[in-house]
């Protein structure tokens, strides 16, 4: 180590105090990374406290060898713990510091006399604050010995426990609380020993002198109260993930970094879900002020969580979406009761009298709702059985479950209320069983049936971010996903759109000469097939035409050997017109009329049902032929029961509730159901969606016998925000692969659309006018809901830019809004771009799909022109 | 290229041949002139087959050829049945006509066919005579079929209990069946069945097609199993319901589980002991039970509760939560909800299904046919209507379920209806003295109760 060691510190130099947790403090090159981190700090000019958990499992030995009456295997246990430190020693080739061996010696006295002498809880603290005591030993001797002098203290000497009322022995002792205010003293005595030191987490002293343990989140816990102690500049936990997510990525992969929160925020997100760090360890900072920064030790370049006082500059936005399992309502209802002094508390007395504990309420005039965590004692014993027998007493129980809390954290939750429209609608189709709001504004949480939340969570969080409530936008709050951060395998990030920098230039050109115009990027088409030909599990693939019938569009996937599915005659006639007689076609209409399917079959298309009605009442048409049978699965087998009313609410695919009605009719025809189809819905981005319907398909076919394919639709996502990941190839090959190894009788088949053809479009158009309105600011373009209606029809968000100047800062928060005479004219609202002026050629991006093909002349201005670049 | 067959149109079913080596059994079938069906039976790590033992396997591969035949046999229906190696004595013909025409009527009621007195085996006239086969001194082990449902491992714990030797057994390779025969601890043992692939193609020509009598298939394969590995006694776990009619149709008892019943246990154990050897048994361990009995039982089993299922759906596939094991819709779904809703705490029971089928409106046809209200009772392996009904009355009158939809239904709408002196759960839970359980295991029937 070189030793240019910076100057010395001034008496009142800012401390930082940073904790580690066991796995950072196990291995030699884990304490190389700790000592370059301690001495950039310290040369940032502050005094560092650097706090320490044990090694990675020896709390759990020391708690064994508690457990041990034996005192042979006691010390047998002490030596194997010893020879973990003596191991790591030997690897940073040190001798065994003395502050280490008093401390080895100790233990191994403890380990000698047991719990005897001190009695049992006592004994058992100062055995396991060992672990801590002989980590920071050692790494103030490894610190020290890399020129970086390092004092070693005593936590006892400065965390002092206090008593609280209702505190048991047990708790007094294994899980204390420390009452940390500023301490100038401190601070100043300190300084005077030296700059850098390390303490241990987790353990305190009480007033009669005894070791006692601060319980879970310990060491976080030490790291806040030290930091309060000496008025830190700021307290950092080094941990193995960058910090906190808005939402947990187990669930929701594009959860994304959250850069600053304040206490309060963050205490809920740790409270309702997040696992990095224990609610209670922010308390102790928020009088003093003192900020905390959750970093990662193996990614120090990451910009981490800041968790600090309330900030006032940052437009409200919802910070994260929780969801906590297997909870259990408790609904209680009786008319005019609950006005009756002391009845609420009566009624609570049987909760506490089962040993339940209550988490949220609400309540109406005549019912009271209450939560409960889920917890052994409900699962497996007769309490709820009991405790609903005791209330029927007083009033009709109703005991629901399983339910999931959802939270939504944000502060000012509040003022948010209108931007959840979308969110709410959402919560609309399901048995929503409680809603509650604390009046601190920091939450807003639903109770609702456990078995929706894998699959709403996720959608939520997606929709949070489309609907602006969570801000995503702003960069200062929020930063990168943790499928980008910490996915497995390789992120598959979006490539530079192709008119970004390559067709840049020809673009301008196109947008000088005239505007509105499409234009479609045949190779990226292309490469869009072809990535989805590396599909080898699928066996026929369709484009779904409705989403373009551009005949470059069509050629181009003939060529790629592609089918085509089409929903009218219409589209058929385009499609035949276009491509070789050799490619397949689907028709797969909707309440068509009787003509169509008789048109259809003069043709070489491949027919679809999908109720009941042609083979009741057109028999003759489909007398002897084949067809494909359109399937809801959205209500009937379980599946999605977020549809669960709104299956029905659909008007596509014969429910399958009605599939022996219509085998029936089929067998009474002469009809062959060839194929099955089911379409799930479109944006989708979790591979296991479609697997799952071919399985589904797949466990109905069975009983149908001729069926030869099972076509799986389409839906495949198409992400639209900055940083959201694409749809990941492999591996819905991976997940299609298996599901059809299980199910080796059926070809299958797939039907995408704007998978193939979204980002290949692009709709350019003119800067018109600009307006201010309050603090809006209108920018016009010469074209609108017209020439693209998703905005306007499905709140679609479509990435916009000024083309002219793509380089300029983006200063400007804009509504970009068409010249058609509707309030909802709008192409995207609050959208940051370059200061814009007359005649800047507008680009709005992934216009490939629904675009041209839903353009109306409404309000008679000029349509889009279309133009291919080969 | 041969005319395609029309299956519906054929005049001949033919048993052609079978044949046994190397752990591979072949099984050979035909209609009219057309081609060979051949079903494969895979055994795996197959011991070579004794001198003495010989005997008895071929007459076992030869009823499992005979039984098996009846998942092709009904692709077609045809008038007549040929088998290439002779005709049979009464006593195998008696077996195999009573299964084609009980088995098959499930799928004869819903095609709105008739078989009775279609189907004839070629009898050679040879009377079934009581006669004892010879004993094979068979170790003294119990092969427990697994279906990854509750019954099974009912009877798998019991055997354990009484310290049996056991293995459990499972044909084909669903997933959810491995992960629960794991669970069991025992030695496994997994059979491949292969169906011929021309079945598939008379499907998608139009064959007939429905329900099997699969238990039969499976209890055949067991006894050629049972032969070859050297296990003395196969024990399924049939309880006592699964004789009760689903229906009757034109005269005829229609039961979907009637090679789950006792009739067709009684058939195929005196089969055995008569054709493939004396100290051979065959027996359902739950057969003096009724499914609430099983169900009770089975509540005091957690370790298998985030592992088995009873649901209808095919899982191919195995995920971790409930919804991957338990589609919630079928009636299978529904009885087992409702039967084990006495004996579990409600949270545990609703975290093993992962969601409350009594508070789901959605649900009350189901739950109707189950307790055969405005209904018949469905075409599944399921408890009889009185047991459902007596499992409903328990609910209704317990505080923790009577407000849910369903319950709450059936005390407004169904309860004044029904007699209450005939609704107490505590009759099931009796055993009745019928079954054909070993006296090796009989000390396990009374681990069950």
Redesign the interface.
Known sequence: MTSNAPAPLSSGAPWIVMKFGGTSVATLPRWQNIRELVASRRAEGARVLVVVSALTGITDALKQLCAQEDKGKRIEAYKAIAQRHYDLLDHMQLSVPDTLATRLRELSKLAEEGPAVMGELAWSALVQAHGELMSSALGAAFLSHTDLPTQWLDARECLAAVALPNQNERTKLLSAMVEAKPDPALNERLAQLGEVFITQGFIARESQGRTVLLGRGGSDTSASYFGALLKAQRVEIWTDVAGMFTANPRQVQGARLLQKLDYEEAQEIASTGAKVLHPRCLSPLREPRVPMLIKDTNRPELEGTVIGPEVREHAPSVKAISARKGITLISMESVGMWQQVGFLADVFAHFKQHGLSVDLISSAETNVTVSLDPTENLLDSDAIAALASDLAKVCRVKVIAPCAAITMVGRGMRSMLHTLSGVLAEFGQLRVHLISQSSNNLNLTFVVDESVVDELVPRLHEMLIAAGALRTDDSALFGPSWQSLYGSGETIAASDAWWRMQERERLLALGAEATPRYVYHLPTVRKQARALKTLGAVDRLHYAVKANTHPAILRALAEEGFGFECVSPGELKAVMAVVPESAPLLFTPNFAPREDYAWAFTTRATVSLDSLYPLEHWGDVFRGREIVLRLDLGRGLGHHEKVRTGGSGSKFGLPVDQLDAFLRLADAHGVTVRGLHAHLGSGILDVKHWSEVYSQLATIAERIGSVAFLDIGGGLGVPSHPGEAQLDIAALEETLRKVKAAYPHYQLWMEPGRYLVADAGVLITRVTQQKGKGSWRYLGVDTGMNSLIRPALYDAWHEIVNLTRLDEPATALYQVVGPICESGDVIGSDRRLPEAQEGDVVLVAQAGAYGKVMSSPYNLRDEAEEIVIE | MTHPIQPRLTQVFRFVRHSYADGVAELVYAFDQGEELIERVRFPAPPALTPERKHAFNAALRLLHYIAGVSYYKAGVPPKIEVADGPLDDATADLLEALYLHGLAEFAYRNGLDLRGRIAFPRSGEPSGKVEAAALHLPKRTLVPIGGGKDSLVAVEAIKQIGGEATAVWVGNSPLIAACAERTGLPMLNIQRELAPGL?EL??L??W?GHIPVTAVNSAILAVAAVLYGFDSIAFANERSASAATLEYEGQQVNHQWSKGYAFEQLLTDWLHTHVASDLDYCSLLRPYSELAITRAFAKL?PYFDAFSSCN?????LGP???DR????CPKCHFVFLALAPFL????L??IF???LL?DE?QAAGFDALLEYHDHKPFECVGEGAEARAAMYTLSQ????Q??TLVARFRSEILPQLDVSQLALEPWLHASGEHRVPVRLQAALAAIG
């Open positions: 598939f499907n998608r139009g064959a097609n957690t759906r095919n899982f191919k596939i939560k409930p919804a338990w589609c919630g819709q705490p409600k949270p545990r609703l975290a992962g969601r409350n508070d959605t317990r505080p923790e379920w407000e849910d």
